[in-house]
């Protein structure tokens, strides 16, 4: 028999669990450092607590457990749809992180797929030199293999502008030609906080026939995305940058190009039959989903998100909970037919009726084109709201910096150009010293 002790570790297994955690130091902390991550939400590990209770195998099993944990994980493909414009829940994939979601790509490249037949010597990729490494190692390294093959495929590496961070468009046009199959850039530098034009070069790629890519890590966090608008074919991003835990990164598909890609990684789940002669895949998105996904992870992410827009649309605090449950209804619900459930407990549909009748937006409860269009206007709405925020505090960080003897900041644009990290260098100090110092006072950068 299970030892009683460790039964009382198990929260499925129990009626009730109360958690009471101190901080170890008993500092206040100061993070300046949300461009590289960002700590979870009390909501998201209260979301990770809830779903222990009922936490299940996904999409494979009968038992309540599992039907619930299918259904939340599901809400979440759902909401990611939504926060990017995506006009299908299954045009969204998970893995760990935006590096691991570039180099899925890169690796499907390597023998081509339907629509996108193997590279050839003479055909060439185009990045830029704002690249973080995850969107620039992974093409390296598809011409490395390509050349061990006999292929030889040129890897452009477009301008930027050393004094204000921009990319060169100019020296962009000249090198995306007819031979380039792939274009894929950074939607917002990690060094200087510039965005590139990511709908022109998009019109660019699509000209010449090239797979259009854009590295969303530092966009998505900050910034009203729709990946209509700037016709991107993929669009890579992590959660942890918009308080959630480290462990899910995301990548949007176009659907006609992900249906024609084979799994990134075969294995159970994604199959629907198989013999010694082959297998047959699942649609969308299941063949993406190999072996038990982290539900956990997807499910606390997801809720975690949301409780940052949440505060930005004024949902949360006492006497919010009926918009709360209505915009949570409008993020989460599906923008298009839907084949499973989606449910909600009595008390929350009761809520969400009357904040619909309150705002007379009673369409978006049986409506889901109005639904979506609707989440969108959301989305919007709360995004601007963070980046408003983002620009502010950018701008006091410029002004503090500058007023500082020695220090030098890099690049030359004003905050609103630029706006979610400031890069310096302080006369004669490392930067490691440096963070150590201000680490001794509370500050993390």
Known sequence: MLPEALRREVPFLQERLDLSVARPEGQRRISLDSTATTPPTREALEAMIRASFNYGPFERGGSDASIKTSLATLSTYNFLANLVGARSWKEMVFGRNTTEMINHVA????????????MQSGQNIVTTYMEHNSNYLPWLELTKFLKGYGIKVDLRLVDVDKKTGQLDMKDLSRKVDRNTRVVTVTGKSNVLGTTPPLEEIGDIAHRHEALYIV????LVPGHYVDVQAINADFLAFSLHKMMAPFGVGVLYGKSAI?????????GGGTVNDTDKNG????????????GSPDSLGIITSGVSVQTLLHATLGNLGEGREQQKAFASMILNAPSEEWEHRYQVPTEEGVMIRAEAERLGKMDVLRDTKARGEYARELVSQAMGAIADHEIELTRRAIEGLSSIPGVEIYGSLPAEQRYGLVSFNARGQEARQIGFELNKRGIEI
């Open 107 to 118: 690796n499907a490249l390597k023998g081509g797929f339907d629509g996108f037949p193997r």
């Open 215 to 218: 590295d969303g890590a530092q």
């Open 258 to 266: 992900l249906e024609a890609m084979p799994p990134f990684i075969p």
């Open 279 to 290: 297998a047959d895949y699942y649609g969308l998105p299941q063949k993406f989903i190999a």
